[in-house]
């Protein structure tokens, strides 16, 4: 059989809820990651050490296992472990959610360190407390830093979350093969599946050059 596009239009639909599954769990594990991440750059940077301590055995842990074996865990293990059940969607969301926490907080230190310190001091001189200093002053500044990996890590996450397909969460990845396991049209399928990742991450590498370019002239 050859290559037969129609195969690509008539299951165009499936593919494109399973393109929106993708960036819904991709999404909504950034978007706490952030919060996630901030915290931890702060505890990472804190003067108690027992705090540090903890924050960078956090951070080496998710940055040092796989992210499919963080994935099984989450699903698999921890109803045997603690007997907290959780839905499929829900663990791959939190795994997802975890592992991008330990990336984001060492790209919010990195320009959290690019500061300058003289702020700071300057914000302590004028009596602002350190909430208001960080949600003020440190994080808005943070956060133009951290733009470019910001936008290199949610792409990334974007393509590794095509590992929740095998606790049988219905993205991008899981909808071709259930396509492919009725159609036996792998090669159509397959590409097209390919061509709407690169569509997705496309789109979001641009929206992160326009968002630097638009901070930039404000800085």
Request: proline share 5%; with cysteine.
């Amino acid at each position: 059989m050859g290559f037969d596009p129609t195969v690509i239009l008539v299951n165009l639909r499936p593919l494109l809820a399973g393109a929106w599954m993708t960036l819904f769990v991709s999404f909504l594990a950034i978007g706490i990651g952030i919060v996630g991440g901030l915290a931890l750059c702060f505890a990472l940077l804190s003067k108690r050490r027992g705090l540090r301590a903890a924050a960078r055995a956090y951070v080496s842990f998710f940055r040092g296992t796989p992210l499919l074996g963080q994935l099984l865990m989450a699903y698999y293990f921890l109803p045997q472990l603690i007997g907290l059940d959780l839905p499929p969607l829900v663990a791959a969301i939190g795994a997802l959610a975890l592992n991008t926490s330990a990336f984001q907080a060492e790209i919010y230190r990195g320009a959290a360190l690019a500061l300058p310190g003289g702020q700071i001091e300057a914000a302590r001189v004028l009596g602002i407390s350190t909430w208001q200093t960080r949600r003020t002053i440190v994080i808005p500044q943070m956060m133009r830093l951290a733009l470019p990996s910001l936008i290199n890590e949610t792409i990334s996450i974007l393509k590794n979350s095509s590992l929740i397909s095998v606790i049988a969460v219905t993205d991008l990845i899981r909808v071709s093969q259930q396509i492919v396991a009725v159609s036996f049209r792998p090669t159509e399928i397959y590409l097209a599946a390919a061509l709407l990742y690169l569509g997705m991450t496309l789109i979001l590498a641009t929206a992160g050059r326009t968002a630097e370019r638009r901070l930039g002239k404000h800085v």
